[in-house]
């Protein structure tokens, strides 16, 4: 798909970092190992496959596979999971839809793509892997004609609730969607009243999905086995960011 260098600066054929959708075993087996480092070891989750040193779902033998990979060292350091309506029908579901009532966003006659599990190792988190991961994203969506993104974009407990409804507070002014799309969430993150700016307190890879132009729909979710408020994001096709997709990843679409 794209290439770029760590540092993010332009693309080139010696390029170390390389994006593509992968069905190789190893591969998929190093992406499994990377997201049971980001989000067991360094979000303290409860997932299954843990006792493998994976993290993996019924959903993963189905999805599709996006993968960042450093060429030089043969390491899987980027990973988001595509799920496209048909993929969803094989699996019962989109995955969001285990958290959130999505019948105000999955409107019939539409195509979506839902991500997850979207991480970048410790190492490299320079911007150029994220962006990468979004080039990749955004060509998937134009080359499939996908109307709609959507996905679970997670905000760490790890430090208790209050920077947590910090963040969620920011977002529920700037940043939802309009009353007719959105999303119950099934657990609701408790209500507590905070005297924190949420602005500053944004994880990186919500704050790339929101310069890229994503709104979120409504209240998080609390998953307690990943100990994360879960926000619900959905990105029209046309509303992409095209601008800023361009600068963060430092190429072309």
């Known amino acids: 798909m794209q290439q770029a260098s760590p540092s993010g600066a332009p693309a080139s054929n010696e390029s170390p970092l390389v994006a593509r959708i992968t069905q190789d075993p190893n591969e998929i087996h190093q992406a499994l190992q990377l997201r049971y480092r980001v989000f067991a070891e360094g ?3 409860n997932i299954e496959g843990g006792d493998e040193g994976i993290d993996k779902d019924r959903f993963d033998d189905i999805c599709l596979h996006l993968i960042v990979k450093d060429v030089a060292s043969d390491r899987v ?13 094989q699996a019962g579901g989109f995955y969001s839809e285990t958290e959130f009532d999505l019948s105000s966003i999955v409107k019939p006659g539409k195509t ?7 991480c970048v190792d410790p190492d490299f988190r320079s911007g150029a892997v994220i962006g990468l991961l979004w080039s990749g994203i955004a060509q998937f969506m134009s080359a499939h004609n996908i109307d709609c993104l959507m996905g679970c974009a997670s905000i760490s407990l790890n430090d208790g609730y209050s920077r947590a409804i910090a963040i969620i507070n920011h977002l529920r002014e700037k940043h939802y969607t309009s009353e007719d799309q959105r999303a119950e969430p099934k657990v609701h993150v408790p209500r507590i009243d905070v005297d924190i700016d949420g602005k500053s307190l944004i994880p990186p890879l919500l704050k790339a999905y929101l310069r890229i132009g994503v709104k979120v729909c409504g209240e998080p979710c609390l998953d307690k086995d990943f100990n994360v408020a879960d926000a619900l994001i959905l990105l029209k ?15 072309e679409l």
């Open 43 to 45: 979000m303290g989750a």
């Open 77 to 89: 350091v980027g990973y988001s999971r595509i799920l496209t309506n048909d993929l969803a029908a």
């Open 112 to 118: 979506y793509m839902e991500i997850g599990r979207t």
């Open 237 to 251: 096709r046309e509303e992409i960011n095209q601008r800023y997709l361009r600068h963060f990843a430092k190429t």
